[in-house]
């Protein structure tokens, strides 16, 4: 090399972006309350389709759910209870997800329609359910929807005495008898009381709303119902719920004559999603199917009816059924590090399509092989709102643009309470039992979005 050559610059490397180095503690192999830290193993693959395949298909984000894993829990809870109850059926629960492509397989698996308000009334019809096949629960029931469900043979749950009332007028009008239940709320040990709904059995109201409906003579008592609430985790409860409801079943029959046909101990089972404030994560912490089987069979033990005319026993379960079955898989948008030391990572899904994200520490796992240390990491969505946080603290290995995470246990509510906001709601698929798989509801575009809008004249 020449002297000149020596002296003269060439052209400016380019230089990598300077990021501020940070100090993160490691501990690796260390136990802590829960034994030894679990290693993260990455997801590529649900149900036996390739997470890429999907994503190629039908794009990001997407809620993906599994046939396999939705008749696997039915049939599980079918056979525990037929083994502790000689006439058993399940409700499956519209709220908690009533895209057709889920309705259907669990009516395909024999389950009847509970639905709360005129819109999943109407779904359930439209899907094929018998008008006698369907439960009407809820506090919302109005004139026009009781015109159509009441001649049909629809099971309706009052609710209160207004609603009994009116019940009565329309049945009176129609000259008809239709057969109904009562929805009661009690108190029971491990369970906050939901008193908003039916009539409380403690105070002796249920007990005045029997009588007031008996001494009317315009319907027919068949069933009561009873909901003790929403991820409860002491089976004790269902025990309690149990005996409660068939002492006060027994009382009904020894003092009124009135034979039920059913007793609905609605649902409340939990998944196996991990609260924000529970102290064991979920796969340790939520009582298997059998035991809550179990205690509700303990309890209705106290039922003191002959064996032929033993009451089927119905339970509305939802989240239980069809939580475990549902992921989300996302897309890696941004990295960034925040002032505390933190990793941030920006995902393409929010907590506008992952409601539930509100209140469980979701199991989030990577889509691909991964290198790095693991580092505190929070998990964002795309919203321009503070509170987009998918996850606020995990210990997380290194995320590029690009890459995939997959979110386990979000089958229920996140589909039925997603909102469309700032984002598109994404396409949901299904993989099938046989590993096919194929769209139960498409990506949403600019044109869903304004059919229903108007601009007025003047404008």
């Known amino acids: 090399m020449s002297e000149h050559d020596m002296k003269t610059p060439g052209p400016r490397a380019a230089r990598p972006i300077y990021e501020r180095p940070t100090i993160v503690r490691h501990q690796l192999g260390m136990m802590n309350k829960f034994a030894r830290a679990q290693a993260i193993e990455p997801m590529t693959r649900i149900d036996g389709v390739a997470v890429a395949e999907l994503v190629a298909a039908y794009g990001s984000p997407l809620f993906v759910f599994s046939e396999a894993e939705i008749v696997r829990r039915y049939r599980e809870l079918h056979d525990y209870l037929a083994l502790r109850h000689p006439r058993v059926r399940l409700a ?135 909901h003790i609430g929403t991820f409860i985790l002491e089976v004790g409860a269902y025990r309690e719920l149990a005996e409660k409801i068939a002492g006060f079943a027994n009382e009904l029959r020894a003092e009124l004559g009135v034979i039920l046909e059913f007793l609905d101990l609605g649902g409340g089972f939990a998944s196996h999603n991990t609260l924000k404030a529970q102290y064991l994560p979920g796969e340790q912490a939520t009582p298997s199917l059998a035991r809550y089987v179990e205690a509700i069979a303990e309890g209705l033990a106290a039922l003191q009816y002959p064996p032929a005319e033993a009451p089927t026993l119905i339970l509305e379960a939802g989240r239980a059924l069809v939580d475990d079955a549902g992921s989300l898989i996302a897309t890696v948008r941004a990295n960034k590090r925040l002032p505390d030391g933190r990793r ?44 987009d946080v998918l996850r606020e603290h ?31 709601r994404p396409a949901v698929a299904l993989i099938g039992r046989g590993g096919q798989h194929g769209e139960i509801r498409r990506r949403e575009d600019l044109d869903a979005l304004v059919r229903y809008e108007a601009i007025p004249a003047w404008l």
């Open 92 to 226: 499956w629960s519209y709220k908690t997800n009533y895209l057709d492509a889920i309705c259907r397989i669990f009516q395909r698996e024999g389950a009847l329609a509970e639905v709360v308000s005129e819109f999943e009334y109407d779904k359930a019809l439209r899907l094929g359910f018998r008008p006698d096949e369907i439960h009407f629960n809820g506090p919302d029931k109005s004139e026009e929807v009781l015109l159509r469900a009441l001649p049909a043979g629809t099971i309706i749950h009052i609710d209160n005495f207004d609603e009994l009332a009116a019940i009565e007028a329309i049945a009176r009008r129609l000259k008809i008898r239709p057969r109904v239940a009562l929805r009661l709320n009690l108190s029971v040990t491990g369970a906050t009381p939901w008193s908003r709904f039916g009539f409380n059995l403690e105070s002796g109201q249920a007990r005045d709303a029997v009588r007031r409906l008996l001494a009317g003579g315009a319907l027919e008592l068949c069933g009561l119902h009873a």
């Open 344 to 387: 941030g990572v920006v995902l393409d899904a929010g907590v506008n399509l992952l409601f539930t994200a509100f209140w469980y520490n979701h199991d989030v796992v990577p889509a691909q092989a991964f290198h790095g240390m693991p580092e505190p990491t929070v998990l964002y969505g795309p919203l321009c709102m503070n509170i």
């Open 394 to 424: 995990l210990v997380f290995p290194p995320l590029e643009v690009g890459d995939r995470l997959v979110f386990r246990n979000v089958g229920a509510y996140n589909v039925t309470q997603w909102l469309q906001f700032i984002t598109y």
